[in-house]
């Protein structure tokens, strides 16, 4: 429930602070006085678009602060599932800027957080549904009545059962739809893959197979010359007894071993050349060895020589690098192998698709049976509704068409429509067949006044939505409004004396000049003031005794019936 708001320099308001109550509270006031400035600051927090036209002229911010207490649960969850709750409260704040930097930009927040434009309306959608002048077209929709008998009905839960096993089918079905019709083209590529996995598995392919060959081809095809320059080193480190550098390096060795006799500072240095000796040693050994382990082998070369072209030639031919080609062979077997599978897989759907719409229809079954049990009920009181605004002959009725299909839909297995006959003898007809305007906003009032019962919505706004009507229809129109104040917190911008004259919280709109600046504000009247006020709306350019007479009697009726 709304319980306050402050405005601040939004359309015409410079500052605004109302506290609201439960029940019925309606804004009254002069034709231009901006009667519907609440609820466009309401639609505006709530995730309207923004427009620096909003902000009041002469200013570079409007600010809008709505604080609700909580009383509904799924409210309450969904600010907890949004990391959004404070305890019973919830507070709202919107504001929107124009300067060069801004341009124009809105802010939101939820309990102190910055949040989306997308979760402001959908946290307002849950907290606040406004009933515009027009909001009777959309009940000429299908879907809108759909809604309104769901809602009634209490089904939503079970309806989002039943979208989620339609999801579900759909996506299913669309695998299986497309698997099989890219079936030609499925073939055309397996036998593709088949010739391209075959040739690769005939190469025989191995992981990090060409570094290898490519070393050992580097090798084999300069063995000659690895081969004769290693012996050649070998035979200078210490194969020739009198030339090689190991004897060479032990006879200088020997003779400095002498001389360090005489001058010790000689002995690292002999030390040095004793170790590079042992180091030359080692090293023609290994040298040695190597040489064993070369061959001059043409055949191998040859193979060698033809194994790496390959390599590059299917590298080339698929597209790939050859470090990449390894891996590009296993992803052609493993699209092969999905390919082949392909028969088994459209199987499998279908076998799901089957059970996916048994569940389904279980569940379309249950909405269907609530719909249409509901339908004559909603129906029943509806129709009572009617008769008590004026339309004693009216008849109304909810229709539930079957779909002529097997498939699954979205929203259930049948089209909800509203039908009405206006006048004794006329038969039923679809609602949106209706001419008369002010026929279709009393019955849009009566189906809004019944499902509104019904609905989680807290607070419910009527924007004018008594246009046209008069008398004790408007009286009724009132009535009706304040006893849906007992299940709902009604807000009703009206022009009608029966109507506000039904309210628990009167507030009059008003517009004042000062130095030339003019602004909107609303204040809330006492009973005293409210008589005046209702004789205002009663009378013509002079109020009488007789007219506050009048809007006093009118007003007594009310407290003493409530």
């Given at each position: 429930?709304?319980?306050h708001?402050t405005?601040?320099?939004?359309a015409?308001?410079d500052?605004?602070?109302?506290?609201?109550?439960?029940?019925l509270?309606v804004?009254t006031g002069?034709?231009?006085?901006?009667?519907?400035?609440?609820?466009?600051?309401?639609?505006f927090?709530?995730?309207?678009r923004?427009d620096?036209s909003?902000i009041?002229?002469?200013?570079?911010r409007?600010?809008?602060?709505?604080?609700?207490?909580?009383?509904?649960?799924?409210i309450?969850?969904?600010?907890?599932?949004?990391?959004?709750?404070?305890?019973?409260e919830?507070?709202?704040?919107?504001?929107?800027?124009?300067?060069?930097?801004s341009?124009?930009?809105?802010?939101?927040?939820?309990?102190?957080?910055p949040?989306?434009?997308?979760?402001?309306?959908?946290?307002?959608?849950?907290?606040?549904?406004?009933?515009g002048?027009?909001t009777?077209q959309?009940?000429?929709?299908?879907?809108?009545q759909?809604?309104?008998?769901?809602n009634?009905a209490?089904?939503?839960t079970l309806?989002?059962e039943?979208?989620?096993?339609?999801?579900?089918?759909?996506?299913?079905?669309?695998?299986?739809?497309l698997?099989k019709k890219?079936?030609?083209?499925?073939?055309?590529?397996?036998d593709?893959?088949?010739?391209?996995v075959?040739?690769?598995?005939?190469?025989?392919?191995?992981?990090n197979?060409?570094p290898?060959?490519e070393?050992?081809?580097?090798?084999l095809?300069?063995?000659s010359?690895?081969m004769?320059?290693?012996?050649t080193?070998?035979f200078q480190?210490?194969?020739?007894?009198d030339k090689?550098?190991?004897?060479?390096?032990?006879?200088?060795?020997?003779e400095?071993?002498?001389l360090?006799?005489?001058d010790?500072?000689?002995?690292?240095?002999?030390?040095?050349?004793?170790n590079?000796l042992?180091?030359?040693?080692?090293?023609?050994?290994?040298l040695r060895?190597?040489?064993?382990?070369?061959?001059?082998?043409?055949?191998?070369l040859?193979?060698?020589?033809?194994?790496?072209?390959?390599f590059?030639?299917?590298?080339r031919?698929?597209?790939?690098?050859?470090?990449?080609?390894?891996?590009?062979?296993e992803?052609?077997?493993?699209?092969?192998e999905?390919?082949?599978?392909?028969e088994?897989h459209?199987e499998?759907?279908?076998?799901?698709?089957?059970v996916?719409?048994?569940n389904?229809?279980?569940c379309?079954?249950?909405?269907?049976h609530?719909r249409?049990?509901?339908?004559?009920l909603?129906a029943?009181q509806?129709v009572i509704?009617?008769?008590e605004?004026?339309?004693e002959?009216?008849i109304?009725?909810i229709?539930?068409?079957?779909?002529?299909?097997?498939?699954?839909?979205?929203?259930?297995?049948?089209k909800?429509?509203f039908y009405?006959?206006?006048?004794?003898?006329n038969?039923?007809?679809?609602?949106?067949?209706i001419?008369?305007g002010?026929?279709?906003s009393r019955?849009?009032l009566?189906?809004?006044?019944?499902t509104?019962?019904?609905?989680q919505?807290?607070t419910?706004?009527f924007?004018?939505?008594?246009?046209?009507?008069?008398?004790g229809?408007?009286?009724?129109?009132?009535?009706?409004?304040?006893?849906?104040?007992?299940s709902?917190?009604?807000?009703?911008?009206?022009?009608q004396?029966?109507?506000?004259?039904?309210?628990h919280?009167?507030?009059n709109?008003y517009?004042?000049?000062?130095?030339n600046?003019t602004?909107?504000?609303?204040?809330?009247?006492?009973?005293?003031?409210?008589?005046?006020?209702?004789?205002?709306?009663m009378?013509?350019?002079?109020i009488?005794?007789?007219?506050?007479?009048?809007?006093?009697?009118?007003?007594?009726k009310?407290?003493d019936?409530?």
């Amino acid at each position: 429930m709304l319980t306050h708001i402050t405005i601040n320099n939004f359309a015409v308001v410079d500052t605004l602070d109302l506290e609201l109550t439960s029940g019925l509270s309606v804004l009254t006031g002069e034709t231009g006085a901006g009667k519907s400035i609440l609820i466009d600051a309401l639609g505006f927090i709530l995730g309207d678009r923004a427009d620096v036209s909003n902000i009041r002229y002469g200013s570079q911010r409007a600010d809008i602060v709505a604080e609700f207490s909580l009383n509904t649960p799924q409210i309450k969850q969904w600010l907890n599932d949004h990391e959004l709750d404070s305890e019973d409260e919830c507070l709202i704040r919107r504001t929107i800027n124009y300067t060069k930097e801004s341009k124009g930009r809105s802010r939101g927040f939820i309990n102190g957080h910055p949040i989306s434009l997308h979760l402001l309306k959908e946290l307002g959608e849950q907290l606040i549904n406004i009933h515009g002048q027009n909001t009777h077209q959309a009940l000429l929709k299908s879907n809108e009545q759909r809604l309104l008998l769901d809602n009634f009905a209490g089904v939503n839960t079970l309806r989002k059962e039943l979208n989620q096993h339609y999801q579900q089918w759909k996506k299913k079905s669309s695998d299986y739809l497309l698997l099989k019709k890219n079936a030609i083209e499925r073939n055309t590529k397996r036998d593709l893959l088949h010739f391209q996995v075959k040739e690769l598995n005939d190469f025989d392919l191995q992981k990090n197979e060409l570094p290898l060959l490519e070393a050992e081809h580097q090798k084999l095809s300069h063995a000659s010359h690895l081969m004769n320059t290693s012996q050649t080193i070998h035979f200078q480190l210490g194969q020739d007894e009198d030339k090689s550098i190991s004897h060479q390096l032990s006879h200088c060795a020997n003779e400095l071993h002498e001389l360090s006799k005489i001058d010790q500072c000689l002995n690292p240095i002999t030390e040095m050349l004793n170790n590079a000796l042992i180091q030359i040693d080692e090293s023609s050994s290994e040298l040695r060895q190597y040489i064993d382990t070369l061959e001059l082998d043409p055949e191998r070369l040859q193979w060698l020589n033809t194994r790496i072209s390959n390599f590059y030639d299917l590298a080339r031919k698929h597209r790939v690098e050859t470090n990449e080609l390894f891996n590009h062979s296993e992803v052609l077997k493993q699209e092969l192998e999905h390919l082949e599978n392909a028969e088994s897989h459209l199987e499998h759907l279908l076998n799901e698709i089957e059970v996916l719409k048994i569940n389904y229809f279980k569940c379309a079954k249950k909405l269907s049976h609530q719909r249409a049990k509901s339908a004559k009920l909603l129906a029943q009181q509806v129709v009572i509704h009617i008769h008590e605004l004026g339309m004693e002959q009216c008849i109304f009725d909810i229709q539930l068409f079957t779909y002529d299909t097997e498939k699954p839909q979205f929203d259930g297995m049948e089209k909800i429509e509203f039908y009405v006959s206006t006048n004794q003898g006329n038969p039923l007809q679809a609602l949106n067949k209706i001419v008369s305007g002010g026929e279709l906003s009393r019955i849009s009032l009566a189906i809004q006044v019944v499902t509104a019962q019904f609905s989680q919505i807290p607070t419910l706004i009527f924007d004018e939505i008594d246009v046209g009507i008069g008398g004790g229809v408007a009286e009724m129109v009132g009535s009706k409004l304040r006893l849906l104040g007992q299940s709902a917190q009604i807000l009703c911008v009206t022009h009608q004396a029966q109507v506000a004259s039904q309210a628990h919280q009167h507030f009059n709109v008003y517009k004042q000049t000062n130095n030339n600046n003019t602004t909107t504000s609303i204040k809330l009247l006492d009973e005293e003031q409210q008589i005046e006020e209702l004789s205002r709306m009663m009378g013509g350019i002079e109020i009488t005794e007789h007219t506050r007479s009048h809007a006093k009697e009118m007003r007594n009726k009310v407290i003493d019936l409530y």
